[in-house]
């Protein structure tokens, strides 16, 4: 399978990567040549333009990927910052919007003067941005999930190292739905890329396993009343495969409890439909046994990593996921880990490239791109990840929870090769 | 799911989005018909009425029914207040010039939005419903040819979403009775007639214009307070209630009441209808289409009155 064969290259190259380490390592105390010129030329700032969704419709995760954005920027800036200087975090708003998107990328390249863009979630921005980056040659490390990245739809100049993308998780869903909840599928999505991923991929997936998908149900992303598309869920639905976006997912999540009553089917939704909301909310009692996808846990599980534990207190999130200091702030748990892992994959590109400004754009991308193993550690709390630098897209476990007594307790853990795919692009082939 | 109860849940839906509608959009008409004012920002004072009644009913403890009540009666007051002093110390000074105060009312809308951004912060936020009863409700169907009565898979409703349909009538009912029987009303409608007659005979015309704009908001800021237990406050939502409710009052007639009223059910029934048995992108095509067929063949609207000379 093409599958084994990606992984068995990934640790080869690995091996290599090792190997320069530990040469490096031999060394002692002296730096390595670049280190020592790129410290003499300069101790500016190493600037990260982050493209922030602070209002419009994303701004829930926006909040959550500035703080742990901040957590990550001061973790690393503690332990001597990037190439001995320091990192500073370049925020602008792009209003959760495609056109603002890429302007605010121009911004960062030309008046900011930033080394690289990051930290773009929603994936219609992705789209409207990256393009931009590629012409003004910025590298823009995304944390969007979407596939339009791996599927070879942007440029050379934007990657995912930090984030896994739907394609990969819906195929790792599809077997544990089939198997433990039902065959027919009703899959409701909101009308845009992230959607439409979902959509396209999951039927694949469901239908590799045996399954079918009876009915789609596309929703506009501003919607702000539901019940009125629920009457096209087939009677025979044996599954609801949710997953929506926007400020109106709590009223989404209800009304689909109100249509139901009591007797629903099985559930199965993408934390997404409740990131940043209380599952324990008034209306969404009905959810209590449904299953979850979520990119990293929301609550605390029972076999925590210290990583974890330790990301967790750094970003300020307690157990429940909420912020330490407001309980009712509930974080976007299971996409945040995402932006400390991104920058954290920013500092090794930087450091591995010797990057000293502007002119190694190309080295930084090189760099990232002969990243593979990314093992669990302070770096990477969400779990061990492959990075494909063909496809610019990293590979990890997912994770699938189940409301239990108002929490969500894990239930299954994939395993990496779950997720993976052939490659759909080779970015490494196109010219910087 | 089946015709008939697919129908009967379309039409709840239609019903709930219909008079929340209708509330919205006799407000713009109201201050239209007196004042003659375009107010842009009108879809500004009804989410201002939702994040209003997000502060009172989070800041008054206990069931959540007080929170909701206090919220019912402050944040449409606080509205129509704030509106009044935007008549008092903007529209009078642009002399409630036709053009000027479109671009007024457009910098208002985007003083609200941005203030409530800085604020109240960009999150939707939920209020908890005073009550909220999930109701089935029974179908028959034909089991040999005679009628048999089953409980349709998923045709329900909340006991909140038929409150809220009651409110909005209750409401509309007043404002109609206020209009049409009380002194106010009549001073009110005076002015519509002829704002300079009406100040000759001593009708203190200005204060009726600062009030009939407090109450135009205050409607849209009611509307708000009902919808935001279904819904949430958020600081875009005002958008699409002030686009629907031209598309009402142009539709209807601007200025005329009864006229607001029917296109809002027209408009409200027929999106939540054509939304459920096709796309709701469809839904809004036909009703920008019927705006524009009003504009060509029926200018004053379906009730409208022809423009006096």
Same mark, same amino acid.
């Given at each position: 399978?093409?599958?084994?064969?990606?992984?068995?290259?990934?640790?080869?190259?690995?091996?290599?990567?090792?190997?320069?380490?530990?040469?490096?390592?031999?060394?002692?105390? =002296?730096?390595?040549?670049?280190?020592?010129?790129?410290?003499?030329?300069?101790?500016?700032?190493?600037?990260?333009?982050?493209?922030?969704?602070?209002?419009?419709?994303?701004?829930? %995760?926006?909040?959550?990927?500035?703080? =742990?954005?901040?957590?990550?920027?001061?973790?690393?800036?503690?332990?001597?910052?990037?190439?001995?200087?320091?990192?500073?975090?370049?925020?602008?708003?792009?209003?959760?919007?495609?056109?603002?998107?890429?302007?605010?990328?121009?911004?960062?390249?030309?008046?900011?003067?930033?080394?690289?863009?990051?930290?773009?979630?929603?994936?219609?921005?992705?789209?409207?941005?990256?393009?931009?980056?590629?012409?003004?040659?910025?590298?823009?490390?995304?944390?969007?999930?979407?596939?339009?990245?791996?599927?070879?739809?942007?440029?050379?100049?934007?990657?995912?190292?930090?984030?896994?993308?739907?394609?990969?998780?819906?195929?790792?869903?599809?077997?544990?739905?089939?198997?433990?909840?039902?065959?027919?599928?009703?899959?409701?999505?909101?009308?845009?890329?992230?959607?439409?991923?979902?959509?396209?991929?999951?039927?694949?997936?469901?239908?590799?396993?045996?399954?079918?998908?009876?009915?789609?149900?596309?929703?506009?992303?501003?919607?702000?009343?539901? =019940?009125?598309?629920?009457?096209?869920?087939?009677?025979?639905?044996?599954?609801?495969?949710?997953?929506?976006?926007?400020?109106?997912?709590?009223?989404?999540?209800?009304?689909?409890?109100?249509?139901?009553?009591?007797?629903?089917?099985?559930?199965?939704?993408?934390?997404?439909?409740?990131?940043?909301?209380?599952?324990?909310?008034?209306?969404?009692?009905?959810?209590?046994?449904?299953?979850?996808?979520?990119?990293?846990?929301? %609550?605390?599980?029972?076999?925590?990593?210290?990583?974890?534990?330790?990301?967790?207190?750094?970003?300020?999130?307690?157990?429940?996921?909420?912020?330490?200091?407001?309980?009712?702030?509930?974080?976007?748990?299971?996409?945040?880990?995402?932006?400390?892992?991104?920058?954290?994959?920013?500092?090794?590109?930087?450091?591995?490239?010797?990057?000293?400004?502007?002119?190694?754009?190309?080295?930084?991308?090189?760099?990232?791109?002969?990243?593979?193993?990314?093992?669990?550690?302070?770096?990477?709390?969400?779990?061990?990840?492959?990075?494909?630098?063909?496809?610019?897209?990293?590979?990890?476990?997912?994770?699938?929870?189940?409301?239990?007594?108002?929490?969500?307790?894990?239930?299954?853990?994939?395993?990496?090769?779950?997720?993976?795919?052939?490659?759909?692009?080779?970015?490494?082939?196109?010219?910087? | 799911?089946?015709?008939?109860?697919?129908?009967?849940?379309?039409?709840?839906?239609?019903?709930?989005?219909?008079?929340?509608?209708?509330?919205?959009?006799?407000?713009?008409?109201?201050?239209?018909?007196?004042?003659?004012?375009?107010?842009?920002?009108?879809?500004?004072?009804?989410?201002?009425?939702?994040?209003?009644?997000?502060?009172?009913?989070?800041?008054?403890?206990?069931?959540?029914?007080?929170?909701?009540?206090?919220?019912?009666?402050?944040?449409?007051?606080?509205?129509?207040?704030?509106?009044?002093?935007?008549?008092?110390?903007?529209?009078?000074?642009?002399?409630?010039?036709?053009?000027?105060?479109?671009?007024?009312?457009?910098?208002?809308?985007?003083?609200?939005?941005?203030?409530?951004?800085?604020?109240?912060?960009?999150?939707?936020?939920?209020?908890?419903?005073?009550?909220? #009863?999930?109701?089935?409700?029974?179908?028959?169907?034909?089991?040999?040819?005679?009628?048999?009565?089953?409980?349709?898979?998923?045709?329900?409703?909340?006991?909140?979403?038929?409150?809220?349909?009651?409110?909005?009538?209750? #409401?509309?009912?007043?404002?109609?009775?206020?209009?049409?029987?009380?002194?106010?009303?009549?001073?009110?409608?005076?002015?519509?007639?002829?704002?300079?007659?009406?100040?000759?005979?001593?009708?203190?015309?200005?204060?009726?214009?600062?009030?009939?704009?407090?109450?135009?908001?205050?409607?849209?800021?009611?509307?708000?307070?009902?919808?935001?237990?279904?819904?949430?406050?958020?600081?875009?939502?005002?958008?699409?209630?002030?686009?629907?409710?031209?598309?009402?009052?142009?539709?209807?007639?601007?200025?005329?009441?009864?006229?607001?009223?029917?296109?809002?059910?027209?408009?409200?029934?027929?999106?939540?209808?054509?939304?459920?048995?096709?796309?709701? #992108?469809?839904?809004?095509?036909?009703? #920008?289409?019927?705006?524009?067929?009003?504009?060509?063949?029926?200018?004053?609207?379906?009730?409208?009155?022809?423009?006096?000379?």
């Amino acid at each position: 399978m093409s599958s084994k064969n990606e992984f068995s290259k990934g640790r080869r190259n690995a091996l290599k990567t090792l190997g320069l380490g530990a040469g490096a390592a031999a060394t002692g105390t =002296t730096l390595p040549l670049w280190a020592r010129y790129a410290e003499a030329q300069s101790s500016a700032p190493i600037k990260v333009g982050f493209q922030a969704h602070k209002t419009g419709i994303g701004a829930a %995760y926006g909040r959550w990927y500035e703080r =742990t954005t901040n957590a990550a920027a001061k973790v690393i800036n503690d332990a001597g910052g990037i190439n001995g200087r320091p990192l500073e975090i370049v925020l602008e708003d792009d209003g959760t919007d495609p056109k603002r998107g890429a302007e605010v990328v121009e911004k960062f390249a030309t008046q900011h003067e930033c080394d690289v863009a990051y930290g773009t979630l929603f994936s219609h921005v992705v789209i409207g941005s990256a393009p931009r980056a590629g012409e003004l040659k910025l590298p823009y490390f995304v944390v969007s999930e979407g596939h339009h990245v791996a599927s070879g739809m942007l440029n050379r100049y934007t990657l995912q190292p930090g984030i896994t993308d739907v394609k990969s998780q819906v195929a790792a869903m599809a077997p544990f739905v089939s198997d433990n909840l039902g065959k027919k599928v009703t899959m409701i999505f909101p009308d845009f890329a992230f959607g439409h991923d979902h959509r396209d991929f999951f039927s694949a997936a469901i239908e590799a396993q045996g399954g079918e998908v009876v009915a789609k149900i596309a929703i506009p992303p501003t919607e702000s009343s539901f =019940t009125k598309y629920f009457p096209k869920i087939p009677r025979d639905t044996e599954v609801i495969y949710h997953v929506m976006v926007g400020p109106a997912v709590l009223t989404f999540v209800k009304e689909l409890g109100e249509f139901f009553g009591p007797s629903r089917p099985e559930i199965f939704g993408f934390i997404d439909s409740l990131e940043a909301v209380d599952i324990n909310s008034p209306g969404l009692e009905f959810l209590d046994g449904t299953f979850f996808w979520e990119g990293n846990p929301r %609550y605390a599980q029972d076999n925590q990593s210290e990583y974890d534990k330790a990301y967790r207190a750094a970003v300020g999130v307690d157990d429940n996921g909420a912020s330490v200091s407001d309980p009712t702030d509930i974080s976007t748990y299971a996409h945040m880990f995402g932006c400390w892992e991104t920058l954290h994959v920013i500092k090794a590109g930087m450091e591995a490239s010797g990057y000293a400004g502007a002119g190694d754009r190309a080295k930084l991308i090189e760099a990232v791109e002969a990243m593979t193993d990314l093992p669990a550690s302070n770096a990477h709390p969400q779990g061990a990840k492959v990075f494909n630098g063909k496809t610019h897209q990293v590979f990890g476990h997912q994770y699938i929870t189940r409301v239990t007594d108002g929490k969500l307790k894990l239930a299954h853990t994939t395993s990496i090769e779950d997720t993976l795919y052939p490659d759909e692009v080779d970015y490494t082939t196109q010219a910087f | 799911m089946d015709f008939g109860p697919y129908l009967i849940l379309a039409s709840l839906e239609g019903a709930v989005a219909a008079s929340v509608l209708a509330l919205t959009a006799v407000g713009l008409s109201l201050v239209f018909g007196v004042m003659r004012v375009v107010n842009v920002a009108h879809g500004e004072f009804f989410m201002l009425g939702a994040v209003l009644a997000w502060f009172v009913a989070t800041s008054v403890g206990g069931h959540p029914a007080l929170g909701f009540v206090a919220a019912l009666l402050v944040a449409p007051v606080l509205v129509g207040g704030l509106a009044a002093v935007v008549d008092m110390t903007v529209l009078k000074r642009v002399a409630y010039d036709p053009e000027r105060t479109i671009v007024a009312t457009i910098g208002i809308l985007y003083i609200i939005q941005q203030v409530t951004l800085m604020t109240y912060g960009p999150d939707a936020r939920p209020v908890t419903p005073p009550f909220n #009863t999930r109701l089935a409700i029974p179908w028959f169907e034909f089991v040999g040819g005679r009628p048999q009565v089953y409980w349709p898979w998923g045709l329900s409703t909340t006991s909140y979403k038929l409150f809220v349909i009651a409110a909005a009538a209750v #409401t509309l009912t007043l404002v109609w009775l206020m209009m049409s029987r009380s002194k106010i009303g009549l001073l009110m409608r005076a002015t519509q007639l002829d704002g300079e007659m009406a100040q000759v005979f001593g009708i203190p015309v200005e204060r009726i214009y600062a009030m009939v704009f407090g109450i135009g908001c205050g409607l849209a800021a009611l509307a708000a307070v009902l919808i935001v237990p279904i819904q949430q406050a958020h600081y875009l939502m005002g958008t699409d209630p002030l686009l629907l409710s031209f598309i009402v009052v142009i539709i209807g007639g601007l200025g005329s009441l009864p006229g607001t009223v029917i296109a809002a059910l027209l408009i409200g029934m027929s999106d939540g209808i054509i939304s459920v048995f096709y796309t709701p #992108t469809l839904a809004k095509i036909l009703s #920008t289409l019927l705006v524009a067929f009003v504009l060509v063949f029926r200018p004053q609207g379906l009730f409208g009155t022809r423009e006096r000379d």
